[in-house]
């Protein structure tokens, strides 16, 4: 079996025989090796001494005078950022129940977001690990990284936004940090919009780092039939129950009784129609795709709408991208208390 996503940071974990990944000091201290935590030319004695102490012991305690003592305002914020991330990470057993730890207990997360999609691509990696289908991954994608939504030839298909910022930069002969180069490897070769497809599926694997397929997530199609499979993967992962996830063309249910948005504006969209709520033309044409999500087991559902189907949604973003909120699918998810 081919690997992928090698720059997700899971080669640095270990994983339990629970399954889930283990916090190591490899793991953290990758982070400090970043642009924003790594030292420059004008970084003070304080700040190189306690970052190298942080590189050798990535878990070691630092006390508020080492913290203060960093003359840098931007460099003592950013520090304190990891060590708010590394906090997190090292409350719950392992890195799964951090995250799922970071929306159970609600309250403001006090890291930057992009960790949080770091997060989700590693733990993804975990999960995928034994997965072959290329158009999974390409979906599983979506969890992790904003998408352009372009209607093309009757096609609507994801591109990743940042991969094709890249892209343009390139055709407007911008300059492209060395950063994104590496970041993106093969991408600056690549074809603008090559969909994924059973004749190029194989090469997903060599470019799994430059995240420049278009995944065509047209209703009936291929992409969102993966889509389906991560989600039900996913769930299955951190809950713990059998769920069976299928595209909808659209909701006809007299009995409709819960629903889940995996977007900010799908969450919306959603609550209005289910409380019959006047939506706009404009508004509803941007209901990107539907699902029907079933429990195998009506044991693990919530007693009062066991048997009930549970409804889907995604939509577009009024600047025409795609965010998914994957922890929509673990905190909302209508289990049995006992789960």
């Known amino acids: 079996m081919s690997d992928f ?61 080492e913290l203060a003592a960093v003359e840098d305002e931007d460099a003592r914020d950013n520090i304190q950022l990891f060590l708010n991330f590394r906090a997190r990470l090292q409350r719950a057993g ?66 990743d936004n940042e991969a094709a910022e890249i892209r343009r930069q390139q055709r407007q002969g911008s300059p492209i940090s060395l950063l994104d180069m590496l970041r993106t490897g093969s991408i600056l070769g690549a074809n603008d919009q090559e969909v994924l497809a059973d004749g190029n599926a194989e090469k997903y694997f060599e470019r799994s780092e430059a995240f420049d397929f278009a995944l065509d997530l047209t209703y009936g199609r291929r992409g969102g039939k993966a889509l389906c499979r991560v989600m039900e993967r996913w769930i299955a992962h951190f809950l713990g129950v059998s769920v069976k996830i299928e595209p909808q063309a659209q909701i006809d249910d007299e009995r409709w009784s819960w ?5 900010v504006e799908a969450s919306a969209l959603l609550n209005d129609l289910y409380q019959q709520n006047d939506v706009d033309d404009e508004r509803l044409g941007r209901l990107l795709s539907l699902f029907r999500l079933t429990f195998e087991n009506e044991g693990d559902m919530r007693p009062d709408i066991a048997g009930r189907p549970v409804y889907l949604g995604l939509c577009i973003g009024a600047n025409g991208r795609l965010r998914i909120k994957p922890q929509n699918l673990l905190v909302n998810l209508p289990v049995a208390a006992t789960t």
């Open 94 to 159: 392992n890195i799964e129940q951090s995250y799922l730890g970071l929306f159970r207990a609600g309250g403001a997360i006090d890291f930057p977001p992009l960790f949080l999609d770091h997060l989700t691509h590693v733990i993804l990696r975990n999960i995928l690990g034994d997965v072959d289908d290329s158009f999974e991954l390409r979906a599983g994608e979506l969890f992790f990284r904003e998408q352009d939504v372009r209607n093309t030839d009757g096609m609507i298909l994801l591109v």
């Open 5 to 65: 996503w090698r720059n997700s940071g899971f080669q640095l974990l270990t994983r339990g025989t629970d399954g889930f990944l283990n916090l190591s000091d490899e793991f953290l201290r990758a982070y400090l090796f970043r642009p924003e935590l790594a030292p420059v030319e004008e970084s003070c004695e304080n700040e190189l001494a306690l970052h190298e102490a942080l590189v050798e012991a990535p878990l070691r305690d630092v006390s508020a005078g």
């Open 259 to 263: 629903h889940i948005g995996l977007d």
